[in-house]
């Protein structure tokens, strides 16, 4: 009882934070944040669980700073992937393996014991509730992508489906898809494709259309015929990737600051390892060490040395995937054995 007191004495002492957005920065900001004794409020549009547009493939993020956000026990029963295959509109193109394993678990499972966790530190977490980007001290936006009119659809979905190796990636014409395993022998399949209004399809069928539409049949029919699991389909359009469109003065981090193309297998990673960078400027803030300013500034540089070079490589390669003689020079080089997938991959982690 009087060690409780005393913390709770400590805490009042410290300015508290609030989160606007509850999902992978926002929630492990949070618990990092708890554990160090700042009061943090958390609001979220949704409500948990629930499903969102997402590769839920972990790549990239270390051991170390799971630790040191406080969330490594979440992910005790992830899924382990080693193996990787690349089809191009149904052609095999060429198979590895990543250098340290990746995990795989869904957002459903994920975002559940992520807020779970939040609320038995003792963080405040108030669910459907939109917050305003209004700049403001103590307020850390983390509410993910913007729709600015963008050129891009997410689709996702989880379906019971077989693949030969733990990750699958199809890429087409008008975007691509990835597959990969999660809980429960659910198969996530998560695609990233142009906007199409010529594309007929409604509700869940539009995964399977755009697949189509890029050349994917094989992949469209496989999924027609699987399993799928009830409202698990989401879609999210009109989005950017890249750096996003800020509002001076508001304090950005995970998706919400830059959004990396999907197809690096890194957006969830670099969640957590913005999160982790904006830890020690904000806990020197609510301990009346710097001013609300230089802690942001201190959060933009970090993020800036961190992701600078996984930004500009994948801000590359990207482009190359929708263009036909970028897809040709993809083609030769693995099937001539020599395309360079380890030392590519290592420029966006």
């Not at 590769?55 to 956000?69: W, Y």
């Not at 142009?194 to 999924?223: F, S, V, W």
Request: charged fraction near 20%; aromatic fraction near 8%; charge should be positive.
């Amino acid at each position: 009882m009087a060690r409780r007191a005393a913390r709770d004495s400590f805490e009042r002492l410290r300015r508290s934070i609030t989160i606007a957005g509850g999902g992978l920065a926002g929630l492990s900001l949070g618990i990092a944040l708890r554990g160090r004794g700042v009061p943090v409020h958390v609001t979220e549009a949704g409500r948990y669980p629930r499903h969102r547009v997402c590769g839920e493939f972990i790549s990239g993020v270390t051991g170390e700073t799971l630790e040191f956000l406080g969330i490594s026990g979440c992910f005790h029963d992830a899924r382990r992937h080693r193996s990787l295959a690349w089809h191009e509109r149904g052609h095999w193109l060429l198979t590895d393996e990543l250098p340290a394993p990746a995990l795989g678990i869904s957002r459903h499972r994920l975002d559940m014991r992520l807020s779970d966790l939040f609320v038995d530190l003792g963080g405040s977490l108030a669910t459907g509730i939109r917050a305003r980007p209004e700049p403001a001290d103590g307020l850390v936006w983390a509410a993910g992508r913007r729709s600015v009119n963008g050129r891009w659809i997410g689709l996702k979905a989880h379906v019971r489906l077989q693949t030969r190796t733990d990750l699958e990636m199809h890429s087409g014409t008008n975007g691509y898809a990835g597959l990969a395993g999660v809980e429960d022998g659910w198969t996530n399949v998560c695609g990233l494709f142009l906007l199409d209004k010529g594309i007929a399809a409604t509700g869940a069928d539009l995964l399977p259309a755009y697949l189509e539409a890029g050349g994917n049949h094989a992949l469209a029919a496989r999924l027609r015929a699987a399993e799928w699991r009830e409202g698990s389909f989401s879609a999210v359009a009109g989005f950017e990737t890249g750096r996003q469109a800020g509002v001076p003065g508001l304090l950005c981090v995970g998706d919400a600051a830059e959004m990396i193309p999907p197809f690096t297998g890194n957006g969830m990673s670099m969640a957590f390892d913005a999160a982790r960078l904006a830890v020690e400027p904000l806990v020197s803030w609510s301990s009346g060490r710097c001013s609300w300013p230089r802690a942001c500034e201190a959060v933009r540089m970090a993020a800036t040395r961190c992701f600078r070079r996984r930004m500009w490589s994948a801000s590359l390669a990207h482009p190359l995937l929708f263009r036909s003689g970028g897809r040709a020079v993809i083609r030769s080089l693995a099937a001539a054995g020599v395309f360079p997938f380890r030392p590519l991959l290592s420029l966006v982690r």
